[in-house]
């Protein structure tokens, strides 16, 4: 029977899972219940939902399939991603946490008690979480095009009605479950496939000899022979174009813009309201550290692998052909199936499933929050019940659920890995600035913070939309080092100029930074 496959089997049990879950925790009586899962969630639990929410489908196949692709340069994406995650940890989450609030935009409504600096925040979430969305939808209709046969506009709108459900039902309570068991799952299908790497032997000299030649992208290889017959190799759009780095000032724009695009997602952000205690806070950010460095170790050997297999001609033409016609996004699949045949992949394409989904659940919660909270409750006249604020919060989910499923037929060619890349840049230029400064430094002010937040949003925009019309020195493929520096100076210059710093800043410093709300 066709539904007793692994690919269908693996599948079905995640989606159970996911189902059981929600139900389990759909009862969200307060606005804190449905936005920050009633703040009740310790180190281990959130830890897990935090790297589950950052380990998105960017590094279960983006990262692999850079790696695959590009070599060192591919690999390198994971060293930035991890730098990210450290700075979060020292510069952000405690403080964070001693703040508590609902969302990110709460962060500047109450610092400078402004709405106007809620509104532009709100904004910056949407433009962050649609350049993330996407290309997290863009991977979950490969995987259903590529092995059950589906179109991609059907895999786009069976993801989004799953997300409607998943966190319209569920809220943060059960996202953050199921994220956290996803997270698990992911790094059980890494683990075998490793381990069907390392201890099979299978390529193991030829993974060897790939490392030995490990820079420049796969461009021009065209040609395999197996067993006499050849595999004639096209070579796609994807295969060794638009992500190579080859100077020094290319290197450095992108890790800018990756490093610090971390302390700047609304979705990660968001996490940490939801820890008991500042301690937890942190305690929960270690955990998502080495839990992402493992993912990220397992995802460069991974794409080596499927690189070595690529340039390998005993290699079966079969495979070759899946990662032709699945591009980088599918590497991690067809190498599975190459490793551990078809239980293997039925595992992979679970755990695939499992880093979007986890992913996205984390993007819907975070933009909800915006829309019903930042937005609709800021700005009514209505007294609102919390009952009113829960299905407020509800109603968006569904607005989002159209919003992202547009975004995400628009990049049907795209790589996963580099939108990411692109989404980390624009949190970089924009919220990053905005909570270093406005966590360290008494200075800031309400205009310099919605100048630095626009500064950074347009510049990246400009860079990524309308590169072609900066000078070829310029012309960064993540435009770190112009848009962050700029973010960052907006917000410094304005506020000096201003001057009009909140009335109760030292209350404020004192509430983020005094070990007496450490459990607060």
Not at 128 to 157: C, D, K, N, V
Not at 178 to 185: R, V
Not at 417 to 446: C, D, K, Q, Y
Request: with cysteine; glycine share 12%; charged share 10%.
């Amino acid at each position: 029977m066709e539904f007793l496959e692994p690919k269908y089997l693996f599948t079905f049990i995640l989606l159970g899972t996911i189902v059981y879950i929600t139900y389990a925790t759909k009862r969200n009586a307060t606005a804190s219940d449905y936005f920050v899962g009633g703040r009740q969630f310790g180190w281990f639990m959130n830890g897990s939902a935090i790297a589950g929410d950052y380990l998105s489908a960017a590094t279960f196949l983006g990262i692999a399939g850079l790696t695959f692709t590009l070599g060192y340069d591919g690999a390198y994406y994971a060293f930035c991603f991890s730098i990210g995650l450290v700075l979060l940890s020292i510069f952000v989450a405690g403080p964070l946490r001693r703040f508590g609030a609902y969302t990110v935009a709460d962060f500047l409504g109450h610092r400078f008690h402004s709405k106007r600096a809620r509104v532009v925040a709100v904004a910056v979430v949407f433009s962050i979480s649609g350049f993330y969305a996407a290309p997290q939808l863009l991977g979950a209709a490969q995987i259903l095009s590529m092995f059950f046969g589906t179109t991609y506009e059907f895999g786009i709108i069976f993801t989004c009605l799953v997300m409607i459900f998943y966190v319209g039902v569920g809220g943060m309570k059960g996202t953050t479950i199921n994220q956290a068991l996803e997270l698990w799952i992911r790094l059980g299908a890494f683990i075998l496939m490793v381990a069907a790497a390392v201890w099979g032997g299978l390529h193991y000299d030829k993974i060897l000899a790939t490392i030995g030649s490990f820079s420049g992208s796969l461009a021009g290889t065209g040609q395999f022979t197996t067993d006499g017959k050849d595999l004639v190799v096209d070579g796609p759009s994807w295969l060794g174009t638009g992500f190579y780095f080859p100077s020094f000032w290319q290197t450095v724009s992108m890790t800018i813009g990756l490093a610090f695009g971390t302390i700047g997602l609304p979705h990660i952000l968001l996490r940490f309201y939801t820890n008991p205690s500042a301690k937890a806070a942190r305690s929960s950010a270690l955990m998502a550290i080495v839990l992402a460095s493992v993912f990220f170790f397992f995802a460069v050997y991974l794409g080596t692998v499927g690189r070595a297999m690529f340039l390998d001609p005993s290699t079966d033409p079969r495979i070759i052909g899946d990662m032709v016609k699945g591009g980088q996004n599918m590497i991690i699949p067809s190498t599975a199936e190459a490793l551990g045949g078809k239980w293997l992949l039925g595992l992979v394409i679970a755990g695939a499933f499992a880093a979007i989904f986890s992913n996205v659940s984390g993007l819907f919660i975070a933009s909800s929050g915006a829309l019903a909270h930042d937005l609709y409750a800021t700005f009514t006249k209505k007294k609102l019940t919390e009952k009113d604020r829960v299905w407020a919060g509800k109603i968006a989910i569904v607005f989002l659920g159209f919003f992202y499923g547009a975004l995400g037929l628009l990049v049907k060619e795209a790589s996963i890995g580099h939108l990411v890349g692109l989404a980390f840049n624009v949190a970089a230029s924009t919220f990053a600035p905005i909570f270093i400064l406005g966590i360290w430094w008494r200075g800031m002010t309400e205009k310099g913070a919605i100048a630095g937040m626009l500064v950074g949003l347009l510049s990246s925009m400009y860079c990524i939309f309308f590169v072609e019309t900066l000078p070829v020195a310029l012309q960064f493929k993540i435009p770190g080092l112009i848009t962050v520096p700029a973010g960052f100076l907006a917000v410094y210059i304005v506020s000096k100029l201003d001057r009009k710093v909140p009335a109760d800043v030292n209350e404020f410093m004192k509430t983020v930074h005094s070990k007496e709300n450490e459990a607060a």
